[in-house]
């Protein structure tokens, strides 16, 4: 792998006596697809928010794009292409589909975009299939339209790393390639991506790596096939 954009090093974080991440590691190079698996308490959550900046670890660093972030504001890294989407899609009810994606980019950048606030809004539109639905309301779009403006509104952010926080929850298996598939254009046009999924054939399909959290443990690490086959995650992960 060449220098990574994202390092985690030793990240350590306790909520009173509960150590939710016990000294976790972890690298993603340029561009790569990585899946983030573990069963539910396992610590993914916790380890999203220490990256993007929700929480601070007690112990350990954050690396990205070679500067230490680990006590900058969730808006600063963002601001450095450090970008998540949420499971669950919150956008501004009262705003329409293309103004949602113009506040990230007014707001989450460190300048306008050189093509203007409403062409690049409309780009990205276009990019996740919604320009058809710039005018109407968050509140007549299905399911699979929601999640697709919540990784709109991270794309507004201009991420060089997407952390994209189990986007496809409670869609159908045709929904579901919908997401991947935009997933991975996006990765083609040169943004890294974690996913984090509990929909394994999505996650088996997309990554090129897979990380697993156990207990606030990272316990594999490497080719999505070998991790599967380990004896550890089968007992932890799959129930075996």
Known sequence: ????????????KQFGGFTALDGVELAIGPGERVGLIGPNGSGKSTFVNCLTGALTPEKGAI?????????????????RGLV????????????SVIENVQVPLRFAL?????????????DILDSIGLDAKANWAPKDLSQVELRKLELGRALAANPRLLI???????????????IVALLERL???????ILIEHIMRAVMRFSQRIVVLVAGRK???GDPAEVMRHEDVE??????
Request: glycine share 8%; charged share 30%; hydrophobic share 40%.
């Open 1 to 12: 792998m060449s220098r990574p954009i994202l390092e985690a090093r030793g990240v350590t």
């Open 63 to 79: 690396h990205f794009l070679n500067e230490d972030v680990t006590a900058l504001p969730a808006w600063q890294r963002a601001r």
């Open 84 to 95: 998540r989407s949420f499971q669950i899609p919150r956008p501004f009810k009262k705003l």
């Open 110 to 122: 460190s300048e306008p975009p050189p093509t203007g606030i409403d062409r690049r809004a409309m």
């Open 164 to 178: 994209a926080d189990e986007a496809m929850a409670g869609l159908s298996d045709s929904e579901v390639d919908e």
């Open 187 to 193: 990765n083609g046009e040169g943004i890294a991506v």
């Open 219 to 221: 316990i594999a690490d």
């Open 235 to 240: 007992r932890a992960y799959l129930g075996q």
